[in-house]
């Protein structure tokens, strides 16, 4: 188990051996979920590192990430529907 310690604004340092298995460098994203009385951190991935993996839904539609997520759920939908 690794310990760290809270800074008096709050921040935590992640090892770098956690944030190298991660993915995590400076800037990256992160989720934060509250578990009981652990906190999850999970590395999120940028739209660029997942360009591409919705691109037969997202045929047509705008290049907001907003819109490409609302017609890959409803394409996603119909699918999982038409089995």
């Known amino acids: 188990m690794t310990r760290g310690t809270v800074s008096e604004k709050g921040q935590l340092?992640?090892?770098i051996a956690m944030r190298?298995?991660?993915?995590?460098?400076?800037?990256?994203?992160?989720e934060l979920e509250l578990r009981?009385?652990?906190i999850i951190?999970?590395?999120l991935k940028s739209i660029s590192e997942v360009?591409?993996?919705f691109r037969e839904y997202?045929?047509?539609v705008s290049a907001d990430w907003?819109?490409?997520?609302?017609?890959?759920e409803r394409a996603v939908a119909r699918e999982v529907a038409d089995e």
């Open 41 to 43: 951190i999970r590395p």
């Open 13 to 15: 340092t992640l090892p």
């Open 20 to 30: 190298r298995k991660l993915g995590i460098r400076p800037r990256s994203r992160v």
């Open 36 to 38: 009981g009385n652990e």
């Open 51 to 53: 360009a591409g993996v």
């Open 58 to 60: 997202a045929e047509g």
């Open 66 to 72: 907003e819109s490409v997520r609302t017609e890959t």
